[in-house]
Nanobody, 121 residues
Framework: QVRLVESGGGLVQAGGSLRLSCTAS????????MDWHRQVPGKQRELVAR???????LYADSVKGRFTIARGDAKNTVDLQLNSLSPQDTAVYYC???????????????WGQGTQVTVSS
């Protein structure tokens, strides 16, 4: 079984920064893209940032220039640096990864449990 565990959420004042980390564990042959998504109550979960296996990145317009996604130093990890935070960034942040457990197997999507980010004004 593959698990994703997020860490680094918390409460921060507007203008502040946080760093989120996500680690995938279990039987993993390879990891394709790794994403961060976020969701607020009553709204759809939205893609915040994505990094592909070859390092290409994609950001939501609302976070461009403020958030940075990067593969962590450890294998199968992804970090999200959140700068210049505003109350509109308050949400539960979820990590998602496309993972292949054995050679030739299909890639499947795995989600973490989420970590709360709260930005006070």
């Amino acid at each position: 079984q593959v698990r994703l565990v997020e860490s680094g959420g918390g409460l921060v004042q507007a203008g502040g920064s946080l760093r989120l980390s996500c680690t995938a564990s279990g039987i993993i042959f390879s990891t394709d893209s790794m994403d961060w998504h976020r969701q607020v109550p009553g709204k759809q979960r939205e893609l915040v940032a994505r990094i592909t296996s070859d390092g290409a990145t994609l950001y939501a317009d609302s976070v461009k220039g403020r958030f940075t996604i990067a593969r962590g130093d450890a294998k199968n990890t992804v970090d999200l640096q959140l700068n210049s935070l505003s109350p509109q960034d308050t949400a539960v942040y979820y990590c998602k990864a496309r993972i292949q457990q054995t050679r030739g197997d299909w890639y499947r999507e795995v989600w973490g449990q989420g970590t709360q980010v709260t930005v006070s004004s």
